[in-house]
């Protein structure tokens, strides 16, 4: 290695050291340092001594091996997939574990050890089959995989939600471990993830002369006798287990490696070994800093879970990557939808859908009645029952139906502007932002009216997005980067929202439901609510129809046309942000509606927006309301969130998307 890659590797090491002391140092007890360090090295009688390394030591090895497991795995997929964005947390790759040991925690009993972990390499390779289906059928162009990355986690999130809830019992515990805590009951699964962990980290170790060969290009390596694809299965299968293990151990972090790989690059080693010396003790020490952080922040006595220390640490240096970002300027939405022609009978198909959920939605649950009776109730002839139904259901299903359209519209909206199929309301900074604000008035402001909440999300909502055009620097137009920074603030976001969820004591309740997506128990006041912003908010993205065709275009040839396009885009935005702040002050948190409606509108109205954006309203509007009858009579009387169903809907016909084969590449 050179000089100034060593000086970053022993700075790496000392780091480390420094941090694992600090955080074997806290905790219950107030032990002198030279306590804890008797503990270590000789005293294995004492209380004290029992206490460091039975308690406090297992905590801090944790923390080492997922970050350095973490690191390595992200040199890895760098390598692999030449992304210097890709990492497990932004491929989709932890929240396929999470999911793995959610399920099997709720519906089987686990061991701990080697069991979670092999559990959780179970998911970690199912999540890696979904963005490795990307990267074959679209492109591997790397916002697009990091963005699909996100949506495969959003999806799988969802899901590990959805069991979380219905399973209350069975999955108390894992609230903690799924937001990255270091917390351990014992040495046993550290010391499997240990042993796991340090042979594959010796197999990474070889891979380094092949990589170095790899990244010269597929035919100089083939000259030179490398089978590349040898090469590449190895490394991915290696990052896949470090994953499993991170994972195992210490739950889901982000950003870990992206961090750890950008002190490597920054430190210009000479080969992958080099990078890998580099990178790993920087990823465990980031790590345990962030446990040892975490505690000094917020108190030795409330358990703050480390990944959202690494969140916070790490969205910043992905704005800083993004802005680093030169805009390809290639349309990213999906070409072979985008082309289809006007399908009238598709468009009476989904009227046809949107009139069935809608009597559905009405008509079934615990108190059930007729269409018949229901559509008397409607003209005012109806009796007790109908009645009685349509009273309690109809303010529901109407916010439903309207918020689903404003999610749709919003998420059209965004996708052309931002040229990118992936650009939900969820992915850019808006979701999150509202649900940021929300959480602050369930905190700070418990005893405020109801309808404080929504107008609170609404700022939130706008207020990120607004966020995102000035650090993407969108007036100079760059779809790229504004996505990238967009999910970088959506990931800032979430820590901050698991943060305050930790501390909404007696709130907490209300406030998961409300992260979820609900449309639980709305009235005519929230309709109304609704009504106002959307009266104004969707004719503006109507009349604004022939300016995301243009936007759908390269850059340069949008300004030929006479269009100025950095303007139009942050105006667009804009109305897009508040079309999906509007509708997610009302219902909560609700993801995969501006994502997938579009999608489903292309299908049949084809790519021009006058006939895609009243479509994509009308698909929403569908979506949301059948989620919200099957979220009440599923798993009835328990009653599933509107945003969870829809997540899990959503997360089977990305996958079918991504199979076909109907996203363009980039």
């Known amino acids: 290695m050179t000089r100034r890659a060593s000086l970053f590797a022993l700075a790496g090491l000392a780091l480390l050291l420094v941090a694992v002391l600090a955080d074997v140092a806290q905790g219950a007890g107030n032990l002198s340092l030279r306590t804890v360090i008797d503990g270590l090295l000789h005293d294995r009688a004492s209380l004290d001594g029992a206490l460091v390394r039975d308690v406090r030591l297992p905590r801090a090895v944790a923390g080492v091996i997922a970050g350095a497991a973490l690191a390595a795995a992200a040199i890895l997929l760098i390598a692999v997939t030449r992304n210097p964005l890709a990492e497990p947390a932004t491929l989709g790759l932890t929240a396929g574990g999470t999911l793995a040991v959610t399920v099997t925690s709720a519906y089987a009993s686990v061991a701990p050890g080697v069991s979670t972990i092999a559990v959780a390499f179970?998911?970690?390779?199912?999540?890696?089959?979904?963005?490795?289906?990307?990267?074959?059928?679209?492109?591997?162009?790397p916002v697009r995989i990091v963005l699909a990355g996100m949506a495969i986690s959003l999806a799988l999130g969802a899901v590990s939600a959805a069991i979380q809830l219905l399973r209350e019992t069975e999955t108390s515990g894992l609230f903690l471990w799924g937001a990255g805590s270091l917390l351990q009951s014992g040495w046993e699964q550290v010391r499997a993830g240990a042993l796991v962990g340090a042979v594959v980290l010796v197999g990474c170790f070889a891979l380094g002369r092949a990589?170095?060969?790899?990244?010269?290009?597929?035919?100089?390596?083939?000259?030179?006798?490398?089978?590349?694809?040898?090469?590449?299965?190895?490394?991915?299968?290696?990052?896949?287990?470090?994953?499993?293990?991170?994972?195992g151990v210490a739950g889901p972090i982000a950003f870990v490696g992206v961090l750890s790989a950008a002190i490597a690059r920054a430190a210009r080693p000479r080969g992958h070994a080099a990078q890998l010396l580099i990178a790993v003790p920087w990823g465990a020490a980031i790590v345990v800093s962030a446990d040892v952080v975490a505690r000094i922040v917020f108190s030795v006595d409330d358990e703050t879970p480390?990944?959202?220390?690494?969140?916070?640490?790490g969205a910043p240096v992905l704005i800083a990557a993004a802005k680093r970002l030169r805009d390809t300027g290639a349309p990213m939405i999906d070409a072979a939808a985008s082309s289809a022609r006007w399908r009238p009978r598709g468009v009476a198909v989904a009227v046809a859908l949107t009139i069935v959920a809608a009597f559905?939605?009405?008509?079934?649950?615990?108190?059930?009645?007729?269409?018949?009776?229901?559509?008397?109730?409607?003209?005012?002839?109806?009796?007790?029952?109908?009645?009685?139904?349509?009273?309690?259901?109809?303010?529901?299903?109407?916010?439903?139906?309207?918020?689903?359209?404003?999610?749709?519209?919003?998420?059209?909206?965004?996708?052309?502007?931002?040229?990118?199929?992936?650009?939900?309301?969820?992915?850019?900074?808006?979701?999150?932002?509202?649900?940021?604000?929300?959480?602050?008035?369930?905190?700070?402001?418990?005893?405020?009216?109801?309808?404080?909440?929504?107008?609170?999300?609404?700022?939130?909502?706008?207020?990120?997005?607004?966020?995102?055009?000035?650090?993407?620097?969108?007036?100079?137009?760059?779809?790229?980067?504004?996505?990238?920074?967009?999910?970088?603030?959506?990931?800032?976001?979430?820590?901050?929202?698991?943060?305050?969820?930790?501390?909404?004591?007696?709130?907490?309740?209300?406030?998961?439901?409300?992260?979820?997506?609900?449309?639980?128990?709305?009235?005519?006041?929230?309709?109304?609510?609704?009504?106002?912003?959307?009266?104004?908010?969707i004719p503006l993205a109507a009349l604004a129809v022939r300016r995301l065709d243009v936007l759908m275009l390269d850059d340069e040839l949008g300004a030929a046309l006479g269009l100025r396009v950095g303007a139009a885009r942050a105006t667009l935005l804009t109305v897009g942000a508040a079309l999906a702040a509007s509708a997610v002050?009302?219902?909560?948190?609700?993801?995969?509606?501006?994502?997938?409606?579009?999608?489903?509108?292309?299908?049949?109205?084809?790519?021009?927006?006058?006939?895609?954006?009243?479509?994509?309203?009308?698909?929403?509007?569908?979506?949301?309301?059948?989620?919200?009858?099957?979220?009440?009579?599923?798993?009835?009387?328990?009653?599933?969130?509107?945003?969870?169903?829809?997540?899990?809907?959503?997360?089977?016909?990305?996958?079918?998307?991504?199979?076909?084969?109907?996203?363009?590449?980039?």
Do not use: K
């Not at 480390?306 to 640490?313: D, E, K």
């Not at 084809?606 to 979506?623: D, E, I, Q, S, Y």
């Open 211 to 247: 990589l170095d060969v790899a990244a010269l290009g597929e035919s100089t390596a083939r000259a030179l006798g490398l089978r590349n694809g040898v090469t590449r299965l190895l490394s991915v299968v290696a990052a896949v287990l470090l994953t499993a293990v991170a994972v």
């Open 360 to 537: 559905a939605s009405l008509c079934i649950g615990e108190l059930s009645a007729s269409p018949r009776e229901i559509v008397r109730s409607i003209f005012g002839t109806g009796e007790g029952l109908g009645d009685l139904v349509l009273e309690l259901r109809a303010p529901r299903l109407c916010v439903a139906l309207l918020a689903g359209a404003c999610l749709a519209a919003s998420g059209v909206v965004l996708q052309a502007s931002v040229r990118n199929p992936f650009a939900g309301p969820e992915l850019v900074g808006v979701t999150g932002g509202a649900s940021v604000a929300a959480f602050i008035v369930l905190l700070t402001l418990p005893a405020a009216p109801r309808g404080v909440l929504p107008f609170a999300a609404f700022a939130g909502g706008v207020a990120a997005m607004m966020l995102v055009l000035v650090l993407a620097g969108s007036g100079r137009g760059s779809p790229q980067r504004l996505a990238l920074v967009g999910l970088a603030v959506s990931a800032a976001c979430l820590a901050v929202t698991t943060l305050l969820v930790l501390n909404a004591e007696p709130a907490a309740s209300v406030a998961v439901t409300w992260l979820a997506g609900s449309t639980y128990a709305q009235s005519w006041s929230e309709l109304r609510l609704l009504v106002i912003p959307a009266l104004v908010l």
């Open 122 to 141: 179970v998911g970690v390779v199912f999540g890696a089959v979904l963005i490795g289906a990307i990267a074959t059928v679209a492109g591997a162009a």
């Open 585 to 666: 002050a009302v219902t909560g948190a609700i993801a995969f509606v501006g994502l997938l409606a579009p999608h489903v509108a292309r299908l049949i109205a084809g790519g021009n927006h006058r006939r895609l954006l009243p479509v994509a309203m009308l698909v929403g509007a569908t979506l949301l309301a059948t989620a919200d009858a099957l979220g009440r009579i599923l798993f009835a009387p328990t009653e599933i969130p509107s945003g969870l169903v829809v997540a899990m809907i959503g997360a089977p016909y990305l996958s079918w998307m991504m199979w076909r084969g109907r996203l363009a590449a980039a």
């Open 306 to 313: 480390a990944g959202i220390i690494c969140a916070l640490i």
